[in-house]
């Protein structure tokens, strides 16, 4: 049997709880060394506290924690680690190389060569020379992965990175975490974002009210997971609800805005959406809602209304039909 992978984190049983409330309750965390790990869990599941804890910057109530083998000590951060909770702090009036430069001075680390590396590996080489005030939010996120680069870290923490991003800010941030990983380097990821998960982490720790809900592979947890939903516009939906009937993995819903919300699997829906063409029944849009880990975690998450919401499941009528 090969031997198991080294944990560059590992938490066993986790605690810690502020005036009434338990932010975190008997948590494990195990991150494979090389991995990309997704720490998921809707609004107030724990994990900013969870992240706290890492960095050193909260005492855990009760529970261990070793980073790489060694014991994490409250009140000092392991240099092994890097990263930011929350978002990445900087002198705005300066420009990202100026930051960078007082950060490794402050660290008594100056290398302007690594750090020149940085900037290139960040993608922000061309406008180093300008003031962070002047920079998009991706910028700063990206600066704040150079800044946290600076100490060569072996883990390294990235807390929600890509909140607040355009579009395109995400695609720049996730080829970033996937050419850091591939270089190495030990990846947490804050996220309450599915997709953001899905696209980048091989494994995940799902928190739910301070409790892990999940934890193990991606690839495990979609092989859980119930159909997809997507939702169905065609030239005569009451036609294509009775098609359905045909099709026992397909189920089809109402939505009360128009349209209908379909759950099934890839091949169950090719074969439904041939057969609406059979039937002369024109398919005038189709789009994926909801993805089958999406699905899972709304499940794992009781689907609170405020992760929820995003799906645009108020919209939907209860009664099943089909
Ligand atoms: N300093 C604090 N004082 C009191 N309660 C706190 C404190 N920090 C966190 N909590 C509570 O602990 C729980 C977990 O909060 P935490 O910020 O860790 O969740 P989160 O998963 O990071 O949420 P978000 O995605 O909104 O940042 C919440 O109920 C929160 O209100």
């Known amino acids: 049997m090969p ?46 506290t969870l992240l706290r804890l890492i960095f050193g910057l909260a005492h855990p109530d009760a529970g261990t924690m070793t ?34 430069e007082m950060l490794s001075a402050y660290d008594h680390r100056s290398d302007p060569a690594h750090l020149e590396t940085l900037l290139e590996q960040v993608g922000l080489a061309q406008r180093a020379g300008d003031r962070v005030a002047g920079y998009s939010l991706g910028m700063r996120q990206r600066l704040g992965i150079a800044a946290a680069l600076l100490r060569r870290p072996r883990l390294l923490v990235l807390d929600e990175p890509s909140n607040g991003l355009d579009p395109a800010g995400i695609r720049d941030l996730r080829t970033l975490t996937g050419e850091l990983a591939a270089d190495g380097l030990t990846i947490l990821l804050s996220s309450h974002r599915m997709d953001e998960v899905e ?10 009210r301070g409790a892990v809900a999940y934890a193990g592979t991606v690839d495990a947890l979609r092989a859980q997971a119930p159909a997809p939903e997507y939702r169905l516009h065609t030239a005569d939906d009451a036609a294509a609800v009775a098609t359905a009937r045909a099709h026992k993995a397909v189920t089809v819903e109402w939505y009360l805005t128009g349209g209908l919300l379909v759950r099934a699997q890839q091949s169950d829906l ?13 398919v005038q849009a189709l789009h994926r809602s909801t993805s089958a880990l999406e699905q899972m975690f709304f499940r794992l998450t009781k689907a609170d209304g405020q992760t929820r919401g995003a799906v645009d499941a108020q919209a939907r009528q209860e009664a099943a039909v089909g």
């Open 3 to 48: 031997a198991a992978a080294p944990l560059a984190l590992e938490a066993t049983a986790l605690a810690k709880r502020y005036a009434g409330t338990t932010a975190l309750g008997d948590v494990d965390l195990r991150v494979t060394t090389g991995s990309v790990h997704g720490l998921l869990g809707p609004n107030g599941a724990g994990k900013t």
């Open 67 to 100: 980073l790489f083998g060694r014991p994490v000590t409250a009140g000092r951060t392991d240099p092994q680690l890097g990263g930011f909770v929350e978002a990445p702090q900087f002198y705005p009036h300066l420009s990202g190389r100026r930051n960078l």
């Open 199 to 208: 696209a980048v982490c091989d494994a995940v720790t799902i928190l739910h």
């Open 270 to 282: 090719d074969g439904y959406v041939v057969n609406l063409g059979r039937d002369g029944i024109a």
